[in-house]
Structure formats: C-alpha cells, structure tokens
C-alpha cells in the first residue's frame, strides 16, 4: 500500500493530538461499593526543614483495601499538602489522591541576609587581634 505523503501528514498530526490529548484523560476514577477502615496510627518522624508528611491512606487493589504508608514529600512554598482521602456519593466511594493546594494563610518572608558585624572578632581586618598591627615588632614593648 503506498501512501501519499499528504495523508503522511495528516495521520502524523492525528497521531500528535492523540499524544498530547492523552495525558488529559490520565487521571482514573475508582468507585467501589465498600467503605475503607478506619485510618491507621502512624508515628511522623522529624523531618528536613525543606519536608512535608503525606500521611498513609487505604489503596483498593481491585479486591480489598491496603494501607500505603506515609511518606516525606519535598515542600512547595506557599502551598499545604492536602493527603489522599475518600469521598461518599451515595452508595459508593471514590478515592481523592493527595495534592498540593494554594495555601491561602501563606505570608511570603523574604529572609534578610545577615548584616556584617562591623567589629567581627574573626575578621582578618580586625587591628585588635592582628600582629600585623601595633608596634610591629611581636610581643615586644
């Protein structure tokens, strides 16, 4: 089969809007009929200043429940970290994964570069611990 290459293109353009459409639609929905249990206790470890916790929530593989644990997540300014949940509509539940959210009580605060202490004692310009300076003859008088 030959194929012109004006067909070429527009299959070729098909094919790319399909690619790009794709990742739209990658989000899944799961709806069960069967309420997951209670969540379970877990201990939060201290995190690096620059970490967030994403608690545990209870996956459904298909046949029953199971419990992913929690996780330290890299932190995003100006956002909170809102974990995985399930939502009730009517008689099933839907799975809601974790995301971030604008944190609306979020207050920017630009960090200020701290100021030179004119007088620093480690300053290698400093006359008073020098022996470079003075009478320029070392411990002498």
Do not use: C, F
């Not at 916790?53 to 298909?62: C, D, I, L, N, Q």
């Amino acid at each position: 089969m030959i194929i012109i290459p004006p067909l070429k293109k527009i299959m070729l353009a098909l094919l790319l809007a399909g690619a790009a459409a794709a990742p739209a639609v990658a989000q899944v929905s799961i709806n069960i009929n069967l309420a997951p249990p209670q969540p379970q206790y877990e201990a939060v470890p201290v995190l690096a200043p620059a970490q967030v916790w994403a608690p545990g929530y209870w996956a459904w593989t298909g046949e029953r429940h199971v419990w992913v644990r929690g996780h330290a997540i890299q932190k995003r300014e100006g956002y909170r970290w809102a974990p995985d949940r399930w939502e009730q509509r009517g008689d099933a539940y839907y799975r809601q994964p974790g995301a971030w959210v604008r944190d609306a009580n979020y207050v920017y605060v630009k960090d200020k570069k701290d100021k030179k202490d004119k007088y620093d004692k480690h300053d290698k310009h400093d006359k008073h611990n020098d022996k470079r300076h003075g009478k320029g003859h070392g411990d002498r008088d």
